[in-house]
């Protein structure tokens, strides 16, 4: 068990200066925390080319410095980052009183390496290095909370292993950011399927009928914050973002891993990768203007033009076992959502008793719904009562049942429990903070993330062979 963070870092104000090559320090308008205070978590960003950054930083937390240090290169990426930052201090509601201390230069990481001036790493922005900056953050003993995915590319597997095994050594924090367990269906499917009275048993399935399978759909044009986003041109460039398979994959072979094998310790060798396939999203030059304000694409994408239009190799699917489970992933990349519409989620899990189905398409006006379908050995009236029971003595309060169709259920969940996914990244940090207070993360995380990547590099591995 590793110490409890019980140090309180005195944060010490950097005046503006100048440094090599044109690289500058710099801190943003508007409100200041006094220098006498003192927090136990200071936050480091570092190259913050995803809006995810931004989005850890949408509330404030008790035991987190508001001076946080931000080390990047000079450029849109960055400026966008202050100003979602900058929204979110100056907005009606609740408004955040973050201060941002800018180090902007080609050096930024070796500058945030040298001062190291917090405590906690928060990387979420171009993947292509991201291994490295895991790894060089833990050795210089840093806590690092990591958006998805932490790598990319299979060769990376070993770096990530190792930086694991330092941060044990070192008693710092390795955590990737999961907001999907945070979403009430995928929590009352995961809780339900350990139910024998409802679920029954999770089945085996087979290769093509699998126990379990999670399915995705994505939209490069979206609103983030109420504003249109608009996206880095690297973003398109799956040798930098990662391709679909290793990409939002993440989030849904770790659902698999945390719904139906909870609190176990998984490994590599639990993996058996059956089949995996690539396939691109093709994006016009018009769309991809809209989405980046470029006007051509730059030259580092021109690799993957066809015919005039971007390939990107934003789409994967990948077929395996767990522990002798069969499972499917896939995920999809369009352009833009329908009118009325987003990104949806569909999610099955295949017990002896029923089935536990997530759905979220037009029928459910793009919410995400859960169903009880395929009800097994049973009338359904007497597992009417028996779901209801369960879901009464659960933590929720006003769940509902309703018939849909002739042989299944849908399950009411009032308003309240619905948190955007914007606010997942709020109760992620919660966790990741609760985590950093008690001095380690829970016996399977460690485990579970290490065997999350081995699938999904594995997989990227198994596509671009059989290509």
Not at 28 to 47: H, R
Request: proline share 6%; charged share 25%; net charge negative.
């Amino acid at each position: 068990m590793r110490k409890p963070l019980s140090i309180i870092l005195s944060f010490m104000l950097v005046v503006s200066s100048c440094g090599p090559g044109g690289a500058s320090r710099q801190k943003s308008k508007g409100p200041k925390a006094s220098s006498e205070d003192k927090y136990p978590v200071q936050l480091i960003t570092v190259d913050p080319g995803h809006f995810h950054a931004a989005l850890v930083q949408k509330s404030m937390f008790p035991q987190v410095s508001p001076d946080v240090h931000v080390y990047a290169p000079d450029g849109p990426d960055l400026q966008q980052h202050l100003d979602r930052i900058a929204s979110y201090n100056k907005r009606p509601v609740d408004p955040t009183s973050w201060n941002e201390i800018v180090y902007r230069g080609n050096d930024f990481f070796e500058k945030m390496l040298s001062e190291k001036p917090g405590n906690v790493v928060v990387l979420s922005g171009n993947n292509k290095k991201k291994a490295e900056y895991i790894s060089r953050s833990i050795d210089a003993g840093l806590n690092v909370l990591a958006d998805k995915p932490m790598i990319i590319y299979p060769e990376d597997f070993p770096i990530l292993e190792k930086a694991f095994q330092t941060a044990e050594e070192k008693g710092v924090l390795l955590y990737d950011i999961m907001t999907e367990r945070f979403e009430i269906t995928t929590i009352l499917q995961k809780i339900l399927s350990q139910n024998e009275n409802v679920f029954g048993k999770l089945t085996t399935g087979s290769r093509k009928d699998p126990a379990v399978s999670k399915i995705s759909v994505h939209h490069f044009s979206k609103l983030v914050s109420g504003a249109p986003l608009i996206r880095p041109a690297w973003y398109f460039d799956v040798e930098q973002q990662g391709e679909g398979i290793v990409d939002v994959t993440t989030h849904l072979v770790d659902l698999i891993q945390w719904a139906c094998f909870p609190d176990q310790i998984l490994n590599p060798a639990d993996i058996n990768m059956v089949s995996a396939r690539r396939w691109p999203t093709v994006i016009t030059r018009d769309q991809f203007r809209g989405v980046t304000g470029y006007d051509d694409f730059p030259e580092f994408l021109l690799k993957d033009v066809r015919d005039g239009n971007l390939n990107v190799f934003a789409n994967g699917e990948m077929v395996y076992q767990i522990k002798g489970v069969w499972a499917k992933v896939s995920v999809e990349w369009h352009y833009q959502a329908p009118p009325g519409g987003g990104d949806t989620h569909y999610s099955v899990m295949k017990g002896t008793g029923c089935d536990l189905v997530i759905r979220q398409g037009r029928e459910e006006k793009f919410i995400p719904t859960l169903y009880a379908e395929n009800i097994r050995g049973r009338d359904i009236e007497s597992f009417t009562t028996d779901l209801r029971e369960v879901l009464a003595a659960l933590p929720y309060d006003s769940l509902g049942v309703e018939p849909f169709g002739k042989s299944a259920l849908r399950i009411n969940i009032p308003d309240k429990y619905r948190v955007s996914h914007e606010e997942h990244f709020g109760q992620v940090a919660s966790k990741f903070l609760l985590y950093l207070n008690e001095g380690s993360l829970p016996y399977w995380e460690v485990p579970g993330m290490i065997t999350k990547y081995y699938t999904t590099t594995s997989a990227l591995k198994m596509a671009l062979e059989k290509q």
